[in-house]
């Protein structure tokens, strides 16, 4: 079966992840938050902000800003950007599969919107992937079968001629379920593997 499209997690395959477990584990220690509270607070309104009903001001005010604070918000801003690093070795890969002119890829992650906008710059990704079908602008999250729904239709791929690749086993579920083939990523030079048991050479 050809392949014409691979979708590409972000966090966790193309860069470190955004604002997840680990990250929020090191604004609890850099800020001296109270986890369990903060934990809470998070589980909370993650919904709303991974979808885009909830902006990044929105969010700090529900989990960090509801008292006052001896740091301020831009302090923490900047605390969340920087623990967004790129992949190079995965974005090699990404690139040198676009050169070869044989599929289009894009990306379906699961981020905020503020957040999303800049990873994507900082990633250097818009050369690379034809589109970018994040949960911010799609109003739905994975592992929800809704928001690979979406993303095919966007992309016009067939799931049968699609590759989604993923570190999280159950974001991959979905996709399977749908006709899609699966790579559960672990490194870059595993990823090249996969792929070409897929025959899909870079």
Same mark, same amino acid.
């Given at each position: 079966?050809?392949?014409?499209?691979?979708?590409?997690?972000?966090?966790?395959?193309?860069?470190?992840?955004?604002?997840?477990?680990?990250?929020?584990?090191?604004?609890?220690?850099?800020?001296?938050?109270?986890?369990?509270?903060?934990?809470?607070?998070?589980?909370?309104?993650?919904?709303?902000?991974?979808?885009?009903?909830?902006?990044?001001?929105?969010?700090?005010?529900?989990?960090?800003?509801?008292?006052?604070?001896?740091?301020?918000?831009?302090?923490?801003?900047?605390?969340?950007?920087?623990?967004?690093?790129?992949?190079?070795?995965?974005?090699?890969?990404?690139?040198?599969?676009?050169?070869?002119?044989?599929?289009?890829?894009?990306?379906?992650?699961?981020?905020?919107?503020?957040?999303? /906008?800049?990873?994507?710059? *900082?990633?250097?990704? +818009?050369?690379? %992937? $034809? =589109?970018?079908?994040?949960?911010?602008?799609?109003? #739905?999250?994975?592992?929800?079968?809704?928001?690979?729904?979406?993303?095919?239709?966007?992309?016009?791929?067939?799931?049968?001629?699609?590759?989604?690749?993923?570190?999280?086993?159950?974001?991959? /579920?979905?996709?399977?379920? *749908?006709?899609?083939? +699966?790579?559960? %990523? $672990? =490194?870059?030079?595993?990823?090249?593997?996969?792929? #070409?048991?897929?025959?899909?050479?870079?």
């Amino acid at each position: 079966m050809t392949i014409t499209h691979l979708f590409f997690d972000v966090g966790g395959v193309l860069g470190s992840s955004g604002w997840g477990t680990e990250p929020r584990a090191l604004a609890v220690e850099r800020f001296g938050l109270d986890a369990a509270d903060f934990d809470r607070r998070h589980r909370e309104v993650v919904g709303p902000f991974e979808e885009g009903r909830m902006s990044l001001d929105e969010y700090l005010d529900c989990t960090v800003f509801d008292v006052p604070r001896a740091f301020s918000r831009d302090d923490f801003k900047a605390f969340m950007r920087a623990q967004s690093r790129p992949l190079p070795e995965s974005i090699a890969v990404a690139r040198a599969l676009v050169g070869t002119g044989r599929y289009r890829l894009m990306t379906l992650n699961n981020e905020s919107a503020e957040l999303n /906008a800049y990873r994507l710059r *900082l990633f250097g990704l +818009a050369p690379i %992937f $034809t =589109a970018f079908f994040s949960s911010c602008w799609l109003g #739905a999250t994975k592992p929800a079968r809704r928001i690979y729904e979406l993303a095919l239709a966007l992309a016009q791929a067939d799931p049968a001629h699609s590759v989604f690749i993923d570190d999280r086993e159950q974001n991959l /579920a979905p996709a399977r379920a *749908l006709g899609m083939r +699966a790579v559960h %990523f $672990t =490194a870059a030079d595993a990823l090249r593997r996969d792929l #070409a048991g897929l025959g899909i050479a870079a």
